[in-house]
C-alpha cells in the first residue's frame, strides 16, 4: 500500500497541466517506483539539483526543472529589485542536457530576465566565468558531473561566480516550494531576451589561463613532453587539447574512443576520472605512446584525474589529495621563486582534504584556511577575504582543483593547463610526477588517503544512512587501529569534544552532517552523507614520516595495512 502523502503528491501531479505523455509515464509506475519518484522533492543540495531522469517530484524533468528555475527567477527578482537581472546558462554532454538549458532559458526569459545560452556544450568552469565576465546576478549549468547516465542535474550559481550558498540556497527551495503546481511555471520564451554566446567568451576564458603560466622557459624546454588526455564523452574535448597546444605542449594525444561527446558513455561504467575503468583506455594509450602524463575530465570538466609511471614503471593514478599536493607545492614553490609571497596569500582546501595541503602552506607562510565540503564553500571563502589575502589555489580530494579566482568553482580546464606545466616542471629537474610526490613526502611526511562510499539507494536507503550516523553519535569508537580517538568533531552540532580532557570548543563552520574522528596517532576519520547522491562516505587518512625515497613501498604498505584495519573495525 503506498504512503497517502506519495498518493497525495502523485494525485496532484496527475491532476496538473503536465503533458499527457507524462501523466501516462506515471500511470505505468509500479508502487516502488512511485514511490522512490515521489517520496520528496528534488532539493539544492552540495550540488543544486541532481537525480535519475524520469517524471515525478524526486526526478530530473521538465518540470522539476521548470518549477526550480521559476523559484530562482523569483527569488533573484526579489533579491535584485531595481537592477536588471541577467543569467548565464551551459549544460554538458548529457542525455536532455540541451533539452534542459532551453527549458531553463525559457522559464528565465519569460519572467523577463536576460539570458546568456551557450551555443552548444560548455565545461562548467567557464559558466562560472561567464558569469563575472558579463555582469550576472546568477546561472545555470545542466550537468550530473561523474554520475551515471541515468542523471542529469541543476546547479545554480550566484553572481560571485560560485554555487548558491546559505542562505540563497535554502531561499530558493522556498521560492520553488511555495509553487503551488506547475501552473505558475512560466514556459512560454520570450526569444528577445535569450542571447547566444560562444566563441568570443571561449578565447578570453583560455586567454586567462594562459596568463597563469609560471614556467614559459622550462615549457620551450620541455614542449614534448608526452601528454594523453581523453574528455570521457564529455566538454573536456572543446577546450583543453586546444588549451595545451597554445601552452606550448606539442605531443598530446587524444584518446579518440572517448573523443565524441556522448551522454551514453558507451565505453565506460561510469564516466568518473576517480575510477580506474574509467581510465583504462586512456592508460592503454599512454602504454603505446609512453607518455610522462595521462589525464581525463569528467563530463562536465570540473573534475579531472591523472596517472604517471610509478618506480616501478608502471602507470598508477593519482588520487586526488596526490595531484592537489603536487600542484599546491608547484604553484607555491614558483610564486616564492618570483617573489611573490608576501605573507598575505592563502590556499584552501575542505575539512575531508589531506591535511599535507596545509603542511605544504605552512612551510611556505601560507595560510590554509579549511572549508566544508563543495567548491562553493571555497568560493565563498575567496569573496569573504577578497581585498585581504590573494588566493593562489586550492583542491579538494574529490579531483576538483582551482587556480586564480577569476573562476569560482573547481576548473578541470585550467588545471589540466597547470598539471601539464608542473609535470614538464618535474622533468626538467629529472624527476617524474611520483618522483616529486615522494620528494614532497620526505620533506612533510607521508600521508595516504582512502575513500569509501557506501551506495543506500531510495527512501530506505536514506533512513539506512540517518541510523549509521545517528550511531556514530550516540556510541563513537574509543580507538582505531590501536590508537586513541582523542577528538570528535561533529559538524551538525558545531562542536569538537577532547575525549581525554573532556573539553568542548565551537566549530567556526555552517552546520553539515559530518563527523569527524582524530586519532592520537593523527590519522583522521571522517563520515559525511553524500548531499547529491545516495551515499554515505567515509574518508580515512593516515600519516607517518619518510625518511628517504628508498622506504617509499614499505612506508605505504605500513599505512596501507593501517587503513584496512580502520576500514574493518568500522564494518566497511
Avoid at 183 to 212: A, C, H, M, T
Avoid at 278 to 305: I, N
Avoid at 531 to 540: R, W
Wanted: aromatic share 8%; proline share 4%.
Amino acid at each position: 500500500m503506498i504512503d497517502q502523502a506519495i498518493q497525495k503528491k502523485v494525485d496532484k501531479w496527475l491532476n496538473s497541466a503536465i503533458d499527457e505523455q507524462s501523466k501516462e509515464e506515471i500511470k505505468s509506475l509500479n508502487e516502488t517506483e512511485l514511490a522512490d519518484s515521489f517520496y520528496k522533492d528534488l532539493e539544492f543540495g552540495t550540488g543544486g539539483l541532481r537525480g535519475v531522469m524520469g517524471i515525478g517530484s524526486n526526478r530530473m524533468n521538465k518540470y522539476t526543472v521548470g518549477m526550480a528555475t521559476q523559484g530562482l527567477a523569483n527569488y533573484l527578482k526579489k533579491s535584485f529589485p531595481n537592477e536588471e537581472v541577467k543569467v548565464a546558462i551551459a549544460h554538458d554532454s548529457r542525455n536532455n542536457s540541451r533539452f534542459f538549458a532551453e527549458t531553463t532559458a525559457a522559464v528565465f526569459s519569460a519572467n523577463g530576465i536576460h539570458v546568456y545560452l551557450f551555443e552548444d556544450l560548455r565545461p562548467t568552469p567557464e559558466l562560472s566565468y561567464a558569469i563575472r565576465k558579463l555582469g550576472c546576478k546568477s546561472g545555470v549549468v545542466l550537468t550530473a558531473s561523474h554520475n551515471p547516465k541515468e542523471y542529469n542535474g541543476y546547479k545554480a550559481y550566484w553572481d560571485d561566480g560560485g554555487q548558491v550558498v546559505p542562505p540563497h540556497d535554502k531561499n530558493i527551495i522556498k521560492e520553488v516550494q511555495a509553487i503551488a503546481g506547475v501552473e505558475q511555471v512560466k514556459f512560454d520564451q520570450n526569444d528577445s531576451k535569450i542571447e547566444i554566446i560562444g566563441r568570443p567568451l571561449d578565447e578570453q576564458y583560455i586567454q586567462e589561463i594562459l596568463n597563469l603560466t609560471l614556467s614559459p622557459e622550462v615549457i620551450k624546454r620541455q614542449h614534448t613532453l608526452k601528454i594523453v588526455f581523453s574528455p570521457i564523452h564529455g566538454t573536456g574535448i572543446t577546450l583543453v587539447p586546444e588549451v595545451l597546444k597554445r601552452k606550448g605542449f606539442e605531443s598530446v594525444t587524444v584518446v579518440e574512443e572517448q573523443a565524441i561527446p556522448d551522454g551514453n558513455f558507451p565505453t565506460v561504467v561510469y564516466p568518473n576520472p576517480e575510477e580506474k575503468e574509467a581510465m583504462s583506455l586512456a592508460l592503454a594509450k599512454a602504454e603505446e605512446t609512453h607518455a610522462d602524463l595521462v589525464m581525463a575530465t569528467d563530463p562536465d570538466s570540473d573534475r579531472v584525474g591523472i596517472a604517471a609511471r610509478n618506480e616501478h614503471g608502471e602507470y598508477e593514478i593519482l588520487n586526488g589529495n596526490q595531484a592537489a599536493s603536487l600542484l599546491i607545492y608547484y604553484l607555491l614553490t614558483k610564486w616564492k621563486e618570483n617573489g611573490k609571497l608576501n605573507g598575505k596569500q592563502m590556499i584552501i582546501k575542505t575539512i575531508v582534504t589531506t591535511d599535507l595541503l596545509e603542511k605544504i602552506a605552512s612551510s611556505f607562510g601560507v595560510d590554509c584556511p579549511s572549508t566544508l565540503t563543495g567548491f562553493k564553500f571555497i568560493a565563498a571563502k575567496i569573496k569573504e577575504l577578497e581585498g585581504e589575502m590573494e588566493f593562489i589555489g586550492g583542491g579538494e580530494e574529490s579531483y576538483g582543483y582551482m587556480i586564480s579566482d577569476f573562476v569560482r568553482d573547481k576548473d578541470a580546464i585550467a588545471s589540466c593547463a597547470m598539471l601539464a606545466e608542473m609535470c614538464a616542471w618535474a622533468k626538467d629537474q629529472g624527476m617524474s610526477a611520483f618522483q616529486l610526490l615522494a620528494k614532497i613526502y620526505t620533506e612533510y611526511g607521508f600521508y595516504l588517503e582512502d575513500l569509501i562510499s557506501l551506495t543506500k539507494k531510495g527512501m530506505q536507503g536514506a533512513e539506512e544512512i540517518q541510523q549509521m550516523m545517528a550511531g556514530f553519535r550516540s556510541n563513537p569508537p574509543q580507538s582505531m587501529a590501536g590508537s586513541k580517538v582523542m577528538e570528535v568533531l561533529d559538524y551538525q552540532s558545531s562542536k569538537s569534544k577532547n575525549l581525554i580532557t573532556g573539553a568542548e570548543a565551537d566549530i567556526d563552520l555552517p552546520k553539515s552532517n559530518v563527523l569527524q574522528f582524530v586519532l592520537e596517532d593523527g590519522s583522521k576519520i571522517s563520515a559525511r552523507p553524500s548531499g547529491t547522491e545516495p551515499k554515505i562516505k567515509f574518508y580515512i587518512s593516515v600519516n607517518t614520516a619518510l625518511e628517504s625515497v628508498a622506504q617509499y613501498d614499505e612506508i605505504k604498505g605500513a599505512l596501507l595495512n593501517k587503513i584496512q584495519q580502520i576500514k574493518t573495525e568500522l564494518g566497511l
